[in-house]
């Protein structure tokens, strides 16, 4: 049975009971029943100055770029915790704790009560407890952050995320023991050649696109999950454009140019309960085949500028939210054999529909794998800046072969 978030609180110091409270934060805004480890996986990695990241940096893949891995990781995160069900409907304000992660605190809490610097301290807390009352009751152990941090890595769901991201929990729990110095991973816990990693980084390898590391077979991400149907994505990227910065979505997967067209199907539609309330009435424009026509070379920046220029008319005209521009495909500006000054022309203009129009222009789109958003992003490094995208990953349980594979348990 979950335990109230007030009564784990009991069990914590200041400093993890604030991270506990962010991760029910999480957790409420995903619609989630439970507060799980993932979500304070979440919240740990969010924090300033978060051991957990920097532990992650210091055990990291060195095949990998830091930008690489760490992107792999909040793409394996937010994939694991899509698999989790969600509901509006009975949205709570502090989802319970859920039992694995009330057990992690558990664990912390005998761990930190066996530690040679605090076993005389707990024992004489007891033996006053017992002068004082004629019960036994166990001193209440106040978990601190760290060996929070170090239970909750020993969750198999917490493992796997880090695994599929190409870190291994062994070595950032070593890490966190040992903050500040050295690290070299294969110098602990036995790790030699002989103890190899049980599986491939999905993820990583899929950021890469390097088959070596896979055995030769591709993955295209997302390799597998779920959306609780399309109205489900399409809350979840209107979610995203509530936000103040980062609020233009960039769909990434092998279904988001699906999930792209049900949203702006649903927008046009003013299908109920898909938007939140204060994105009701959005309007829609596309610049797909403008976009394609320019870039291939077949057209000049007339067409595009007449679709800045309605765009622009549309805003002084309407009195709702605003206008969601799509610029379709992403692979459109990675695959054209445009010359980079249509290219720069079409990006500076995108820019400057979210710069200059107060807000009420957002811009929508869609990649089948992170590589083509790679191919953008060396050319144009401030583009996820300048676009004010922000990455989302598309899951689900439908692919071309016909295949599905179970919800995550």
Partial sequence: ????????????????????????????????????????????????NSTLREACTRTRNSAYSTRVQFKALELSLSVSLDRIPSSQANRVDEPPVANSLMAAIKRSQA????????????????????QNSSSSSVPIVKVELQNLVLSILDDPLVSRVFGEAGFRSCDIKMATLMPGKSFHPSRFLGCTSR???????????NLT??????????????????????????????E????????????????????????????????RF??????????????????????????????????????????ENRTGP??????????????AGAGDDRLRFLVRNLAKLTEDCGGKVWLIGAAAAYEVYAKILNKFPTIEKDWDLEILPVTSLQFSAGGSFPRSR
């Fill in 209 to 238: 696109n390097n088959d070596s590391l896979i055995g030769g077979k591709g993955f295209s991400f997302p390799f597998m999950g779920c959306f609780a149907g399309d109205n489900e994505g399409s809350r979840r990227i209107g």
């Fill in 322 to 335: 605003g206008i969601v521009v799509s610029f379709g495909d992403l692979s459109a500006f990675s695959d």
């Fill in 240 to 271: 995203v454009m509530t936000r103040a910065k980062k609020r233009c979505p960039l769909l990434l997967g092998v279904s988001a140019a699906d999930a792209l067209r049900n949203f702006l199907e649903s927008v046009r539609a003013k299908t």
């Fill in 1 to 48: 049975m979950p335990t109230p978030v007030y009564a784990a609180r009991q069990c914590l110091t200041q400093e993890a009971a604030t991270v506990l409270d962010e991760a029910v934060a999480v957790a409420r805004r995903r619609g989630h029943a439970q507060t799980t480890s993932l979500h304070m996986v979440s919240s740990l990695l969010s924090l300033p």
């Fill in 195 to 205: 103890y190899k990693r049980p599986s491939p980084p999905v993820f990583l390898c």
């Fill in 274 to 315: 898909v938007l939140p309330e204060g994105l009701n009435g959005l309007a829609v424009v596309c610049f797909k085949d403008e976009i394609l026509m320019y870039l291939s070379g077949d057209s000049d920046e007339g067409p595009l500028k007449s679709r800045f220029r309605e765009v622009g008319e549309m805003l």
């Fill in 111 to 130: 761990n930190q009560r066996r530690q040679p610097e605090n076993f005389t301290f707990y024992q004489q807390q007891q033996q006053q407890q017992q």
